[in-house]
């Protein structure tokens, strides 16, 4: 049988790992906060390599009882730092820009497919047509321009007789669109959401009173449009109906 030692050892380097764990995602969060939403919403390849190798740092302090763990901290924020300072300058400069993040690359021109662009890329056409057929293009020659963006997506303008045909084409009058609120999320009423249209929860539970819910019981999500109408989904066994209520 192990002895008392080495169960308390045992435990002690549980909690060591728990805390360091802890403590290196707060730190991750607030340097996330701090590089800013780009990170995630475009994932450049120089983001994508300094997110890695802080996640890697992350992982490595936390679970490696012989690392130092504040000399990890410390690399993790200067490399956080660096990515700041960089979001920062290619702010000011457009070389700078285009020597970090990229530029974008025409693979197709004119219906043409460039090959020298798509090695340059490092993209072939299998990957292309994946691509087009992504972005609902099934028949490349439905296409006018492909370009590989900065952050590895693909952009496709289709020729002029593809194009969807839009209600100015048609010279049809359309109503403005405008935001969807949602009122009531999960069986909850969103009073900020509320407050943001202009209206309170007397208006709204009034308004579904008047159209058969006396109560939140059966009302799983309540959504507005720009014109006070309202959509009800309903709880039914996990199975979502909906209900466009004038």
Same mark, same amino acid.
């Given at each position: 049988? =192990? ?9 002690? !380097? ?22 800013? =939403? ?9 983001? %994508? ?10 992982? $490595? ?18 490399? #956080? ?7 920062? *300058? ?7 820009? =285009? ?15 460039? $090959? ?34 900065? !952050? ?22 359309? @109503? ?5 609120? !949602? ?10 959401? *509320? ?11 009034? =308004?579904? #009173? #008047?159209?058969? %819910?006396? @109560? ?8 507005? @449009?720009?014109? $006070? ?6 709880? !039914? ?10």
């Amino acid at each position: 049988m =192990r002895n008392v030692h080495n169960i308390i050892g045992d435990i002690m !380097n549980f909690l060591t790992v728990l805390w360091k764990s802890i403590l290196s995602i707060i730190i991750l969060f607030f340097l996330t906060k701090l590089t800013g =939403r780009k990170q995630i919403s475009q994932l450049s390849l120089y983001d %994508y390599v300094l997110g890695i190798t802080i996640g890697s740092v992350a992982a $490595e302090i936390s679970t490696n009882m012989d690392a130092d763990f504040w000399g990890g901290i410390l690399v993790m924020v200067v490399y #956080s730092s660096v990515s700041f300072l960089a979001s920062i *300058l290619t702010e000011k400069s457009i070389v700078l820009r =285009r020597f970090i993040i990229g530029s974008p690359i025409v693979v197709m021109e004119k219906g043409k497919i460039l $090959e020298s662009s798509l090695k340059k890329a490092k993209f072939d056409v299998n990957e292309l047509l994946q691509e087009a057929r992504i972005s609902g293009y099934y028949d490349l020659s439905q296409i006018e321009y492909a370009v590989m963006e900065a !952050n590895g997506k693909m952009s496709f303008l289709p020729k002029s007789k593809y194009v969807p045909v839009t209600p100015s084409d048609m010279k049809l009058k359309v @109503d403005r669109s405008g935001l969807v609120a !949602n009122l009531i999320i999960d069986g909850k009423v969103m009073p900020n959401n *509320l407050k943001t249209i202009g209206k309170d929860e007397k208006w709204l539970l009034k =308004r579904l #009173s #008047s159209l058969g %819910y006396d @109560d939140l019981e059966k009302v799983f999500l309540v959504t507005c @449009d720009n014109k $006070e109408k309202l959509t009800v989904f309903e709880k !039914n066994y996990g199975v979502v109906e909906e209900q466009v209520l004038e």
